[in-house]
């Protein structure tokens, strides 16, 4: 099956920081998508995006499909963007993997 | 609903019971999947419905677990004679349509096996 490898595992940041995280796969997909899990648990769609770049607010994604990877931005963070951040990805199977995430602390 | 809705949203049982944990999917979302987090772990697939037909069960960690989904809709995850290692949180989402599109996930049903 598809492997999905996220970077970095842990970060922290200061409040107003800018950070990337990174999603690389290794086969075609036809799906991928950005999650926020919140301390509470919920996981929240941030993008859809099997290509191309999308912004929302403080949030970006690129993804560029034929080289298997796949970008988050968040600029200006806050303290409420802490939380662990998935990039799950499904190719012609069906089947969804999830990388193992990258964990965010956002420090006041 | 507006949202994907899990039952019960926690759930402690007796090592060796049977439990049934509940999804319901976002009105007109044909495809509908399963998932399992463990603590502090990402989340491991276990199985999707496009419609009421689940086409790779592949996921599925034994013979113990068994899903069904009826009338396109609302689906049941039955996991008999529980195990310790089922404790988890178990996650629902679905989407418009399989392997595409958003998926929009349920709040999970926390399981603890005794």
């Known amino acids: 099956g598809i492997q999905v490898e996220q970077s970095p595992p842990d970060l922290i940041l200061q409040e107003g920081a800018n950070s990337t995280l990174r999603c690389n796969f290794s086969d075609s997909v036809n799906n991928l998508q950005w999650f926020h899990q919140n301390p509470w648990g919920q996981l929240i769609n941030l993008f859809y995006i099997p290509s191309g770049t999308k912004q929302n607010g403080r949030l970006s994604a690129t993804t560029v499909a034929t080289e298997r990877y796949s970008l988050l931005y968040i600029s200006s963070s806050q303290t409420t963007d802490s939380g662990v951040y998935f990039c799950?990805?499904?190719?012609?199977?069906?089947?969804?993997?999830f990388g193992d995430g990258t964990t965010l602390t956002v420090k006041p | 609903g507006a949202g994907v809705s899990q039952s019960p949203s926690n759930k402690v049982t007796e090592k060796g019971k049977d439990v049934e944990l509940r999804c319901d999917p976002i009105s007109g979302h044909t495809a509908l999947y399963w998932y399992r987090q463990s603590l502090g772990q990402g989340l491991e697939f276990l199985i999707y419905?496009?419609?009421?037909?689940?086409p790779d069960k592949s996921g599925l960690p034994s013979d113990r677990f068994s899903a069904e989904r009826t009338g396109g809709s609302v689906s049941t995850l039955t996991i008999q004679r529980t195990q310790q290692e089922d404790s988890a949180v178990y996650l629902c989402?679905?989407?418009?349509?399989w392997g595409a599109g958003t998926q929009y996930f349920g709040p999970g049903t926390r399981l603890l096996v005794l």
């Open positions: 989402a679905s989407s418009l349509d």
């Open positions: 419905f496009q419609g009421n037909s689940a």
């Open positions: 799950a990805v499904s190719g012609n199977a069906g089947k969804s993997t």
